[in-house]
């Protein structure tokens, strides 16, 4: 049989981190800081909720978008928390914020077009980008504390008009730096997408985990050419519940129902009744979470840095960057299978996350105290046998 498969699926290879994660966990009593997978239960009355609505046979089609009570409170959580303004028929409730990066980037890139991926950043939307016949350039922004700078877009966009460029990604905070913008940097970078005219595809999904100020969203300064992902794996600890968000301007929402109906068909039933709990009576549960997170924030950070490591400034998310001490190699794969080899602390190597990343490792801190203190004695013994 020829051509057997789709070329771009046959390119395109499962996720280094998943892959990293299933190659460590055959070692005997390894700590594993690799996925971004809350170590909190999703809250009572969220789960009393999902649990309600399985009673209350809850189990049936729903429209494409999601029901609308749901897409409401999404819209009015939203717009409350971060300044927007969303009616709930520019919402659509996604399997997940992945399937709603999926969508935006179907609905958007016709052949040939180009999106811009500021780097380190997880490694997700390269490859939707190419299945979905586009093409990307990526940004390295290590030597500007991990941000892009308005001054760098606009280079990029100079530098390659003829590449049809239809899209800029933005993740903040950061997955892996844990990295975030401020509202100037912000303001300064809505200006040239602005200029530009094209999308912004803003995955804000760790807004709610942000440390220093207020999360602010650029749909706030781009309500025309903002298609925000976000969704409640991290917020609510709801990683398994598959339960995201999509929102834009009314035209993009027009054709983006389009591609998540032939995608997925609708969201599950009785799990957008959870999320209807959580969108309406759950608007704090984040905080208990955040606090917890900090503390660990702030123990793994002087941890790496007595170690020698360099660390990026972690201002959200649950995850620090660091820069591999001088005394080793920074092949970041070598000292990533050492370091789980020799003293059974699996971290992710940074070369996974692009440009900009190889050197760096990262850790994610979205584990028990307990368990973060002995990562931190084994990583130092680690260091110190060097």
């Known amino acids: 049989m ?8 046959e390119k395109i290879a499962v996720s280094d981190i998943r892959q990293f994660d299933t190659e460590v966990s055959s070692i005997p009593n390894i700590i594993k800081l690799t996925l971004g997978e809350p170590d909190f239960n999703t809250p009572e009355h969220v789960k009393q909720a999902g649990i309600d609505a399985i009673i209350d046979n809850q189990s049936h089609y729903t429209p494409n978008p999601g029901i609308m009570e749901l897409r409401k409170a999404t819209a009015d959580y939203y717009n409350e928390k971060y300044n927007l303004k969303y009616s709930a028929n520019q919402v659509i409730t996604t399997i997940g914020a992945t399937e709603a990066i999926s969508v935006v980037l179907q609905t958007i890139l016709n052949p040939g077009d180009t999106v811009i991926v500021p780097t380190p950043v997880f490694p997700i939307y390269m490859p939707i980008t190419e299945i979905n016949n586009g093409n990307y350039i990526t940004v390295d922004t290590s030597t500007d504390g991990f941000v892009l700078t308005a001054e760098k877009l606009e280079k990029v966009l100079a530098d390659n008009k003829e590449k049809n460029i239809k899209a800029l990604v933005l993740v903040y905070p950061s997955n892996p730096t844990g990295v975030t913008y401020s509202r100037q940097q912000l303001e300064e970078l809505a200006a040239v997408v602005r200029k530009a005219g094209i999308w912004v595809l803003c995955d804000e999904v760790y807004a709610e985990l942000t440390y220093n100020g207020q999360h602010t969203s650029i749909a706030e300064f781009l309500p025309e050419q903002a298609l925000l992902v976000s969704g409640l794996s991290k917020s609510h600890a709801m990683t398994g519940w598959r339960i995201g968000y999509l929102l834009g301007p009314d035209d993009f929402i027009e ?37 917890q997170y900090l503390k660990r924030r702030n123990f793994m950070q002087l941890a790496l840095k007595q170690a020698g490591f360099e660390v990026a400034s972690p201002d959200g998310a649950f995850y620090l960057f660091a820069k591999i001490p001088n005394k080793f190699d920074k092949d970041s794969w070598k000292f990533v299978r050492e370091l789980a080899k020799k003293a059974k602390v699996a971290l992710i190597p940074g070369v996974s996350f692009g440009p900009g990343g190889e050197g760096y490792v990262r850790l994610s801190y979205a584990a028990s105290m307990e368990t973060l203190e002995e990562a931190a004695k084994r990583i130092q013994a680690f260091v110190d046998a060097k």
Do not use: C, R, W
């Open 2 to 9: 020829q051509n057997k498969f789709n070329h771009k699926i």
């Open 255 to 291: 054709q983006a129902v389009k591609a998540h109906q032939y995608m997925v068909t609708a969201p599950t039933d009785n799990v957008q009744f959870a999320a209807l709990e959580a969108m309406k009576n759950g608007k704090e549960d984040s905080a208990v979470m955040k606090e």
